[in-house]
């Protein structure tokens, strides 16, 4: 059984930096890929970043290349997303995603999810 945990959500003025986490735990195979998605109010659920769980490849949506980070620490099944130059447009419910295709922006490929943290970025 895998289990995925967000954390490091919150308020942020525009312009301001986040860094969300994603601890992993249960059985986690090298060929897995972590995406990160977000969805906010009376939208669908936007791909935001994947990164391999081996290797470490990346692949970001435009909208956030530049400004978000994707990086893992292997030692405690931890995925991190760094958050720079925060726009109110930022704003949603922030998940990370287990799935065995990579790489892939397709939410329904992804059958792990967290319950989701909350960013808040305002003008």
């Known amino acids: 059984q895998v289990r995925l945990v967000e954390s490091g959500g919150g308020m942020v003025q525009a312009g301001g930096s986040l860094r969300l986490s994603c601890a992993a735990s249960g059985r986690i195979l090298s060929s897995y890929a972590m995406g990160w998605f977000r969805q906010a109010p009376g939208k669908a659920r936007e791909f935001v970043v994947t990164?391999?769980?081996?290797?470490?490849?990346?692949v970001y949506a435009d909208s956030v290349k530049g400004r978000f980070t994707v990086s893992k620490d292997d030692a405690k099944n931890t995925v991190y997303l760094q958050m720079n130059s925060l726009k109110p447009e930022d704003t949603a419910l922030y998940f990370c995603?287990?799935?065995?295709?990579?790489?892939?922006?397709?939410?329904?490929?992804?059958?792990?999810w967290g319950q989701g943290t909350q960013v808040t970025v305002s003008s």
């Open positions: 990164i391999a769980w081996s290797g470490g490849r990346t």
């Open positions: 995603a287990l799935t065995n295709v990579f790489p892939t922006r397709q939410v329904e490929e992804y059958p792990y």
